[in-house]
T-cell receptor
């Protein structure tokens, strides 16, 4: 069965510090990968998606970037965090199949920028 | 712009009652909808999905109804249990037309509280 892992689960970082959140998927090949952000009490906002190694699409302009160095690895980064980057970050995956559109989420990473 | 939204932000029910959570969408071209359950501090969990060529789909204790005429989606939970307490999101998948990725547009969420 497929599993998704992301870490760290919680992170407290000072303003201006770098960020690296990692996500890996197991049990599937060539997945579509996503990074979502959820502000407290709000819905989910798609930040980045990737359909293959090195292929990253950004949905919203922001202080963050994403990379996909391996097929099942997705990384969310920032060179200098802002207070507004605080939130709950979710990695997700889906199969490469237009007939199966379900997106499966990881457990999330809580980021607090202080 | 296109959006997916929820009518009721909170819903409180007694254990054993049936719960109905509603969702409206504005994109008439949407062809796939998903309900997610999100417990506090966790990622959303897939509950049930439905395609636009269906108007009803049943799972274990859950039923999703789709009314394309009024662009309305609902999630019914039978015999609601305390463990059902969570935030429920509807989402529309933007991969209509056969694109190879899914871009989910989420509603704001409904908080379901089940009292024992």
């Amino acid at each position: 069965s497929q599993t998704i892992h992301q870490w760290p689960a919680t992170l407290v970082q000072p303003v201006g510090s770098p960020l690296s959140l990692e996500c890996t998927v197991e049990g599937t090949s060539n997945p579509n990968l996503y990074w979502y952000r959820q502000a407290a009490g709000r819905g989910l906002q798609l930040l980045f998606y990737s359909v293959g190694i090195g292929q990253i699409s950004s949905e919203v302009p922001q202080n963050l970037s994403a990379s996909r160095p391996q097929d099942r690895q997705f990384i969310l980064s920032s060179k200098k965090l802002l207070l507004s980057d605080s939130g709950f970050y979710l990695c997700a995956w889906s199969v490469w199949d237009s007939n199966d559109n379900t997106i499966y989420f990881g457990e999330g990473s809580w980021l607090t920028v202080v | 712009g296109e959006s997916v939204g929820l009518h009721l932000p909170t819903l409180s029910v007694q254990e054993g009652d049936n719960s109905i959570i509603n969702c409206a969408y504005s994109n008439s071209a949407s062809d796939y909808f998903i309900w997610y359950k999100q417990e506090s501090g966790k990622g959303p969990q897939f509950i049930i999905d439905i395609r636009s060529n269906m108007d009803k789909r049943q799972g274990q204790r859950v039923t999703v109804l789709l009314n394309k005429t009024v662009k309305h989606l609902s999630l019914q939970i039978a015999a609601t249990q305390p463990g059902d307490s969570a935030v429920y999101f509807c989402a529309e998948n933007g991969s209509a037309g056969g694109t190879s990725y899914g871009k989910l547009t989420f509603g704001q969420g409904t908080i379901l509280t089940v009292h024992p």
